[in-house]
């Protein structure tokens, strides 16, 4: 049951993230990259992962795709505009770099001297929300209130720096 | 459904991700494709912390700053962009070449 359900979910995510990278339109490729993003919550809750589940839909769908789509729609209106032709050439390269990548470190990871495969059946206890956040708030050893607070520094830092980056210049917008 | 899937699959992810990457003309296509590949990163973590870790909670903490990093790189590299289309009118990354050395 659980295999099957992780092969329906893996094609999903594997789909849309090709899509989302090779549609032409910016739009699109947003869009698809929302589907992508469900079904990796998907393979989240099969981990036993719930609260990455959730964080995984609110932030990177409710947040960071809404932005990006929001970019686009102010950019490119409606992402048809800005397409271009890539060259042969270049779309080679990539291929070639990304297959090359891929076979790599298939090859890599399945050689016989790496022990990272070996005895992987073992299941962890489901990890819950109360324990994450606990452990997010101790102060103990193995907590983790010092990246806590950090991240929570660098959050206001880009949204400062966001604005000041993207605040329109006084007198240079009319010489243009 | 073992570590070996999860690695696999995220390994996929990565090249497409690179493949977008290098392919893409657009800065926000190119940001789109930088998504996938941490997506694809946050996967292995969960899949680690899942069947090899002995202490999961911590596998499940990291994927959540990886978001919280993500989405700061996301707001600035958005305002920069915003800025950049005010002044050229393109985001086509073969034409910004101020920076070519």
Redesign the interface.
Known sequence: M??YL?YIL?TA??TF??L???LPN?LH??IS?IG??FA?AA??I????E??AL??IM??IG??VI??LI??L???GLGSE?R?K?PTS??L???G???F??FG??YA?SGKSSA??AE??????P?TMD??GL??LSTRK?G?IV?FEI?SI??L???I???V??R?DSGQ?EK? | MTLSHFIVLSLMLCAIGVHGVLTRRNLIGILLSVEVILNGANLNFAAFAHFRASDPTAGAIFPIFVMAVSACEMAVALAIIISMYRRKRRLDVYRLEELNG
């Open positions: 659980g295999d992780f893996a995510v594997v993230s090709l989302a990278v090779s910016l490729g947003a990259l992508a993003f990796t393979l989240y099969l981990l036993q992962l609260f990455v964080a995984q932030l990177y947040g960071i932005f990006m970019i686009i102010l950019t490119t800005n271009h890539v270049r779309r390269v990539g291929t770099v990304s297959g990548l891929l470190l298939l990871i990272v495969l992987n059946v073992s299941r962890a206890a990890v324990a994450i452990r997010l193995d983790f990246p991240i660098l959050l830092v880009a949204l720096g966001a604005v980056i993207a329109r917008e243009t």
